[in-house]
């Protein structure tokens, strides 16, 4: 796959990255890389990604009941 950025030479990702709750960033692709979530095609936060990081020691809201 090309994009602009490799057609330019600039560094980039075709990956998904996910940034997780403590500002991690983990690369889901086939060759998972080094490079700053920014640089990837696809970035994506936690609970877009299916991941659930944010929520985790989370308690639910109680919401009171409609009359």
Not at 11 to 40: K, N, R, V
């Amino acid at each position: 796959m090309r994009c602009d950025e490799c057609d330019h030479g600039l560094e980039c990702c075709h990956g998904t990255s996910i940034l997780h709750a403590d500002g991690t960033a983990e690369c889901l692709g086939d060759d998972p890389c080094s490079l700053a979530h920014g640089l990837h095609r696809w970035a994506v936060e936690c609970d877009e990604g299916g991941c659930g990081c944010r929520y985790e020691g989370v308690e639910p809201l109680a919401l009171p009941l409609a009359a």
